[in-house]
């Protein structure tokens, strides 16, 4: 299994970027896929996640309204759009595969299985 983390860069405050997971060696369709961070001297914490079907999704209260999780199952690809960045987002993104992960667990790292191996984000002026 493969996740390919990429679309990390550095940007300025208040722009957008969009970063891209693809997946491989799995049936991607059933799992449950998320984003994770991790800022220096930080530890990891849940970004966003999205259910196989796309009907349910999450986002942590930090990125909510800015930040969008989307995925194409044609493609095995999870991706996450994120707009309006701000200096406290600056971290290593980490995208992250489940099989039956039920709803009350998908912003928990340990109920996931696969993880890529992040993408850096920085966010200055």
């Known amino acids: 299994v493969q996740l390919q983390a990429s679309g990390g860069g550095l940007v300025q405050p208040g722009d957008s970027l969009k970063l891209s997971c693809v997946a491989s060696?799995?049936?991607?369709?059933?799992?449950?896929m998320g984003w994770f961070r991790q800022a220096p001297g930080g530890e990891r914490e849940f970004v966003a996640a999205i259910k196989w079907g796309g009907s349910t999704i999450f986002y942590a209260d930090s990125v909510r309204g800015r930040f969008a999780i989307s995925r194409d199952n044609a493609k095995s690809t999870v991706n996450l759009q994120m707009n309006s960045l701000k200096p406290e987002d600056t971290a290593v993104y980490y995208c992250?595969?489940?099989?039956?992960?039920?709803?009350?667990?998908?912003?928990?790292?340990?109920?996931?299985?696969?993880w890529g191996q992040g993408t850096l984000v920085t966010v200055s002026s």
């Open positions: 060696g799995l049936n991607f369709r059933s799992y449950t």
């Open positions: 992250a595969g489940g099989s039956r992960i039920i709803n009350t667990s998908m912003k928990r790292d340990q109920a996931y299985d696969y």
